[in-house]
Each structure stands twice: as C-alpha cells, then as structure tokens.
C-alpha cells in the first residue's frame, strides 16, 4: 500500500503538479488520484518513474508501507 501522506509531502516538495506528474506516468489525472489514494495500485514503472521525478531516494517507507 501507499503512504498517501508522504507521497501527497513529498509531491508538494518538488513544486511539481499531480497534472504534470500524472502526463510524465502516461496515465490520467483521475488514475493518479486512485492510485496515490489506494484505489489502485502504482506500477513498478510508475513507481520507479515517480522516485526520478520527485527525488524520492527510499521507496519502501512510501509504496511498501505496511499497515
């Protein structure tokens, strides 16, 4: 599962908007939203893509969490 929290702290660090972020993924604005809030999953694309673009060094703390 994702850290909605620290994914939604770590987006607004980089200044990037989830629109942008969302284009550079491939995927919808709609789709980014399901998957930062859990609905569905991210990809190991996705994931990897997100670490580049918002400089996110550790993502286990972020797309691993476990409840």
């Known amino acids: ?8 702290q770590s987006i607004k660090a980089s ?3 989830k629109r942008y972020i969302a284009k ?3 995927i919808s604005e709609m789709a980014l939203y399901k998957k930062i809030n859990n609905i569905t999953e991210f990809k ?3 994931i990897a ?8 060094e550790s993502k286990l703390e972020i797309f691993l969490r476990r409840w």
Do not use: P
């Open 24 to 26: 550079k993924l491939g």
């Open 15 to 17: 200044g990037l908007t």
């Open 1 to 8: 599962m994702t850290d909605t929290a620290k994914l939604e």
């Open 49 to 56: 893509a997100l670490c580049e673009l918002l400089n996110i």
């Open 44 to 46: 190991a694309s996705e």
